[in-house]
């Protein structure tokens, strides 16, 4: 009887204290002391974090990273000859340490100037025993004290939604990538930005409503003055609902208006892209890619994107054709990267090109995992498939790094300073 | 007849407080009041600390901007440093993830984890339990030293972010602690709020967020998973008008 009133005791207090048994400790004490003045600091201006942030941009900054990385790539860039496996693999070995530095100079608060790049060497183990230079970003970038913001010099920018099988990214199209150095970093490309060029683009935000003008600038490589371009972007953000209209328009090549819409639906990201090109005004030719994208907010760290695109630009058609996306038709591109697989220091991922049209494609799994705090394991398997002279084995996607079939790996060590 | 007339009003007298006090829609907008800054600007720096029970413990430090008379709001991550420069930004009732690395905008929602911590984004957007939830239930409790209002809400909205809660609001109505529930009644998370005071308004101090449902046994003893956040640096200063737009945001992630 007794131990029975104990009992009931016991079970009243759990009830009664029903509210403190989520966190008797730490919960709790928020609860022991009255709201207290923030202590007074002077001038309340200088506390507050925008100056801060302002405030704690040096006016000369400069930062370096040393890599040292060194692996192999090996595959087929054609069908191999299959007497002769060994003879036809093609072995690149790379072996480089890499400088990579940033300066920021902010001669004023709205003034900033901008420069990173890579210094390499040796550029490649089997390459030649030089210095290779890679100067990423080089711009100056100015904010007026009103809304209007200028840049102009190197850098790179992204237009339109899709990232793989992108077509809305009009100035991207317009400029000549040359081809990348064999690497030490192992990227899929649409988890990167593009590569930089030279451009002047001048942003007009008004409220949910921005207005961009853009000119590439001359080089020396697209023949200087007279092949600038010009483009427009015009963006709405209305709720959940993003729309753009923009223009490109670059001598001697298309002239191309997009049209972008996307929103989001159960909080996946969903798009499409439209383009009108005009080799000639009276025979637009269009295209368009709708897609997903998502990234997961919680649990395992995995981002997700599926793009399907119809590409009515017919290659050759037309002179003025002559920068269109190669693969014409029905495609598709799914890709997917998972890090921190199960917490541990691992990432996974794949990126699968499909051409409806002719039945080709490509598959990239690829494979990352930190050995030790300062150095990392990558790796890439990519394989083509399809009949000869198919559109993807003509055009390997840039991840294969050129391969038909292959293997990729690297080892990576890292160090700042 | 004068007796009556007396009595009645003394009656009233007495009834007027006890009808004010009762909660309901004005009762949560006065503690939607004290929790936003309708009327200024508010920067603060944000230190996010997690613990994952037998996992460990991860970081973040942000600076947030609101506006809150606008719907407005701009997290901008600043550690770890591989995750400077991502930002959060939400205008026009959406909210925008940026990541530097693809200078690519996503939308996020405000129910998603920020950061993948106990905390939501919506915990940095404005205070609306006045719109989003009706009282179902108001009772008296006491939460350390503060005589609380223990009040049960029900959504009725579809952009709620939780189906039902349970707040403890002070006597000056200041939001104390939230439980939140999901539509069958199950505790997936429990908010309490420390205050500091600053320009003779309360501005939060230190928030712990409980997740209910992510719990490990650890040397024998219940751990559940534990967000703490830290507010420092706040200030009611005038931000400029560009500050909540995607181009500032694209600038300040470089």
């Given at each position: 009887m007794r131990k029975a009133l104990v009992g009931c005791i016991v079970c009243l207090a759990f009830l009664v204290a029903e509210p403190w048994?989520?966190?008797?400790?730490e919960v709790g004490d928020l609860f022991q002391t009255p709201t207290q003045e923030v202590?007074?600091?002077?001038?309340?201006e200088k506390t507050s974090v925008l100056n801060d942030l302002i405030n704690g941009r040096k006016l000369l900054s400069i930062n370096f990273d040393l890599y040292a990385g060194g692996g192999g790539y090996f595959g087929?860039?054609?069908?191999?000859?299959y007497s002769d496996l060994w003879g036809d693999l093609d072995r690149t070995f790379l072996g480089t340490m890499i400088l990579s530095g940033t300066l920021d100079l902010r001669p004023f608060d709205y003034l900033r100037v901008h420069a990173s790049g890579e210094l390499n060497y040796p550029t490649e183990w089997e390459g030649t025993w030089g210095f290779g230079v890679n100067l990423q970003d080089l711009y100056l970038d100015y904010q007026s004290p009103g809304l209007l913001s200028a840049k102009m010099g190197r850098f790179s920018l992204a237009w339109g939604n899709?990232?793989?099988?992108?077509?809305?990214?009009l100035p991207n199209r317009s400029i000549s990538v040359t081809d990348?150095?064999?690497?030490t970093d192992i990227l899929p490309s649409w988890l990167t930005g593009n590569e930089p060029s030279l451009w002047f683009r001048m942003a007009l935000p008004l409220g949910n409503f921005t207005s961009t003008f853009l000119s590439s600038l001359p080089d020396t490589?697209?023949?200087?003055?007279?092949?600038m371009g010009y483009g427009s972007l015009n963006e709405l953000v209305v709720g959940k609902t993003y729309l753009s209209l923009a223009g490109y328009y670059r001598y001697n090549l298309t002239p191309r208006l997009a049209a972008s819409a996307k929103t989001a639906i159960q909080g996946v990201d969903v798009f499409v892209d439209a383009t009108a090109s005009f080799p000639s005004w009276d025979n637009p030719l269009f295209c368009a890619t709708t897609g997903l994208y998502y990234q997961t907010s919680t649990g395992p760290n995995i981002k997700v994107t599926a793009e399907l695109r119809w590409n009515g630009e017919k290659p050759g058609?037309?002179?003025?054709?002559?920068?269109?996306?190669v693969i014409g038709g029905l495609s598709q591109a799914v890709a997917l990267v998972w890090s921190t697989v199960g917490g541990a220091p691992v990432s996974l991922g794949g990126t699968w090109y499909h051409d409806w049209t002719d039945g080709s494609g490509a598959v990239i799994p690829s494979f990352s995992a930190d050995l030790a705090p300062l150095i990392s394991v990558k790796a890439f398997l990519p394989l083509s498939y399809g009949e000869d002279g198919t559109a993807y084995r003509k055009y390997y996607p840039s991840e294969t790094k050129g391969y038909l079939a292959g293997l990729g790996i690297v080892f990576l060590l890292k160090a700042n300073f | 007849m004068r007796r009556f007339a007396v009595i009645g009003g003394l009656l009233l007298a007495c009834l007027l407080p006890l009808l004010a006090q009762t909660p309901g829609p004005a009762y949560l907008k006065k503690v939607d009041d004290h929790t936003n800054f309708a009327d200024t600007d508010f920067s603060a720096d944000y230190a996010i600390t997690q613990v994952k029970p037998g996992e460990g413990t991860t970081f973040n430090r942000a600076v947030v901007f609101r506006r809150d008379r606008r719907s407005q709001f701009l997290v901008l991550l600043v550690e770890p440093v591989e995750d400077k420069g991502k930002g959060y930004l939400m205008i026009e009732g959406g909210i925008w993830l940026y990541d530097p690395k693809d200078g690519r905008f996503t939308f996020t929602s405000s129910q998603d984890a920020f950061r993948n911590t106990?905390?939501?984004?919506?915990?940095?957007a404005l205070s609306n339990l006045a719109g989003y939830y009706r009282v179902e239930r108001a009772g008296k409790e006491k939460l350390g030293i503060f005589d609380c209002d223990r009040i049960d809400l029900v959504a009725v909205?579809?952009?709620?972010?939780?189906p039902r809660k349970t707040i403890w609001v002070s006597a000056d109505y200041a939001l104390r602690m939230s439980k939140e529930y999901s539509?069958?009644?199950?505790?997936l998370r429990t908010v309490a709020f420390q205050y500091q005071r600053l320009s003779g308004r309360d501005v939060p101090a230190k928030v712990i967020l409980i997740?209910?449902?992510?719990k490990k046994l650890v040397s024998g003893v219940e751990q559940k998973e534990t967000t703490t956040i830290l507010i420092t640096k706040p200030s009611f200063d005038v931000l400029p008008s560009?500050?909540?737009s995607k181009e500032y945001l694209a600038r300040m992630g470089k």
């Open positions: 048994a989520l966190a008797a400790d202590p007074s600091q002077g001038n309340q087929y860039a054609t069908s191999p000859d899709a990232r793989i099988l992108a077509i809305a990214d990348l150095p064999s690497s490589v697209d023949g200087g003055i007279y092949s058609s037309t002179a003025l054709i002559q920068d269109t996306v | 106990n905390a939501r984004n919506s915990d940095f909205s579809p952009d709620a972010p939780f539509l069958s009644g199950q505790l997740d209910e449902l992510k560009n500050l909540f």
